[in-house]
């Protein structure tokens, strides 16, 4: 198989135009490709790994500024999407945008549980957005949030229902909302650490976005290692390579003739790794 003249001619055009996106339009050029390979986690890594190379940051969802996709804010950061959310759907994803367009960004979980279908926010869905990030522009710490998931979603059914009953009371709002039903008050719970925080991030995002937990080892880890997760590996190479990172994963198997062998999955500050052990 090779390639004919026309046939080079148009890759080579299109070479060209990501080339000349990718220079004077990089954060809606990242935004794109981060966007087209959202179902391919180990690929978002890498494209998170070259944002920060080109000063870029990719900022954790935020349920008053991201879309479904990934998109711009500035010149210099991306807002992460939130299809890209495990556990939240996508006819939650826009019965919530649908909403926060309409009647502008959400004030609290309360007013969020009140707002949103109680038909597209279910438990699974506010546990997953409070362990991404994306209801962190609310009063209160995300475990504070996560121990009040079971009163949020109480408290916006009771409005819902008032609401839905069509009750018609003297002292109502212009939003219909009744003010002697009082909004309730946060759970005080201990903080996260960052190691949790973290941790639920990765459960839900399948990477780290707010930090890492390598980053106070970055300067030996950098130092040490010899391979760049942005270079590109041919499957027949045999090159050796030194990398640092967490253990993430250990599945132990064995062959046909009885002897063990691991594989190894690491979480390394620019990628994913896989690696095989006899």
């Known amino acids: ?22 220079t004077h339009f990089p954060v809606e050029f990242m935004s794109a490709n981060l966007t087209s390979f959202m179902s391919d986690i180990n690929r978002i890594v890498r494209l998170i790994n070259e944002c920060r190379k080109l000063n ?5 969802p935020d349920i008053n500024i991201s879309d479904n996709d990934f998109r711009p804010i500035d010149n210099k950061s991306i807002s992460y999407g939130l299809n890209a959310i495990k556990n939240v759907g996508a006819v939650s994803l826009k ?19 009140s707002r949103v279908e109680s038909s597209s926010l279910n438990k699974k869905v506010l546990e997953s957005l409070i362990k991404s990030g994306a209801l962190d522009c609310f009063p209160g710490k995300r475990a504070e949030l996560f121990s009040s998931i079971e009163v ?3 408290y916006g059914q009771k409005i819902q229902s008032d609401q839905d009953q069509n009750q018609v009371d003297i002292f109502g709002n212009s939003q219909g909302l009744n003010p002697m039903i009082r909004e309730p008050i946060l759970y005080e719970t201990q903080s996260w650490d960052e190691k949790q925080s973290l941790n639920f991030e990765k459960e839900v ?13 970055a300067e030996n880890i ?9 270079d590109f590996i041919p499957t027949h190479s045999r090159k050796s390579f030194r990398i640092g990172g967490l253990i993430d994963e250990i599945k132990r198997n064995f062959d ?3 002897k063990e062998w691991v594989r190894i999955k690491m979480e390394c500050i620019g990628g994913q790794a896989e690696i095989i052990a006899f």
């Open 1 to 22: 198989y090779g390639f004919n003249k026309s046939h080079s001619t148009a890759y080579a055009y299109i070479a060209y135009q990501t080339a000349w996106l990718k």
């Open 56 to 60: 870029i940051q990719v900022h954790p």
């Open 95 to 113: 019965n919530i945008i649908s909403e926060r367009e309409e009647k502008g960004n959400f004030k609290s979980i309360f007013d969020f549980s």
């Open 152 to 154: 949020a979603m109480k």
């Open 205 to 217: 995002l399948g990477t780290f976005v707010s930090g890492h937990p390598l980053l106070k080892h």
């Open 222 to 230: 950098e130092k040490f290692s010899t391979f760049d997760f942005t």
């Open 256 to 258: 046909r003739n009885g």
